[in-house]
């Protein structure tokens, strides 16, 4: 039978694996991948009042995951499960109504840690 101690590490470290990914994605992005969006970070600063027929469970998943922190188009695609396309109809409804912040990391230089 594991600890406590071994079940709160299990659980922090499948809490904190999907925050650390974001962190190195200025670093390991190339040219091929900002022609993508990748260098554009989304975040919501407002929901959006759509009809029933968006809000379906990945649309309500991943406005969930924007309203706590900022996330790319990469990340999107690696974990919303929704299609690419589907996302970047999302994002542009998203920008076009103001409910989103965007940052372009492509500003900011590599982390000098």
Known sequence: MPSVYDTLYSW???RTTSFAELRFVASERG???E???DALVYRL??????????????V???????????????????HSKLPARQIDRL???LVDEGAVEVIDTSKYGPDSH
């Open 91 to 93: 994002l542009q409804r």
């Open 31 to 33: 040219p091929s991948s």
């Open 45 to 58: 600063r407002t929901w959006p009042d759509w009809p029933a027929a968006i809000k379906t469970a990945g």
């Open 60 to 78: 309500l998943r991943t406005l969930s995951v924007m309203s706590h922190r900022p996330v790319n188009r990469s990340w999107l695609l690696s």
């Open 35 to 37: 022609a993508e969006g």
């Open 12 to 14: 922090a470290r499948k």
